[in-house]
């Protein structure tokens, strides 16, 4: 089993800047792939983006490109989103998702463990 919190959510201005963190527990192998996916009210879950065990590979939605960065801190357990020039539009629940896949899919489905989320607003 992997257990994910998420933290560093809350309110900022538009062309602020935050940062997520999710602290993993439980089984690495199950968590070789750690994404960050958001759901707005009334719209679906939507993937934001993902970083493979290493580091090696990440994988960004169009939408975050040039403005969001995912790392990864092994020894800590931990993945961060930096999120910079933050626009309304970002404004969701958050949530940290594993997968023991080393594929970096974009399909919720297809991550197996989920964390609580984390609120995000960004004013106007």
């Known amino acids: 089993q992997v257990q994910l919190v998420e933290s560093g959510g809350g309110l900022v201005q538009a062309g602020g800047s935050l940062r997520l963190s999710c602290t993993a527990s439980?089984?690495?192998?199950?968590?070789?792939?750690m994404a960050w996916f958001r759901q707005a009210p009334g719209k679906e879950r939507e993937f934001v983006a993902a970083v493979s065990l290493v580091s090696i590979t990440t994988r960004y939605a169009n939408s975050v490109k040039g403005r969001f960065t995912i790392s990864r801190d092994n020894a800590k357990n931990t993945v961060y989103l930096q999120m910079n020039s933050l626009k309304p539009e970002d404004t969701a629940v958050y949530y940290c998702a594993a997968d023991r896949s080393v594929f970096l899919s974009t399909v919720p489905g297809e991550y197996d463990y989920w964390g609580q989320g984390t609120q995000v607003t960004v004013s106007s």
């Open positions: 439980g089984r690495t192998v199950s968590r070789n792939a």
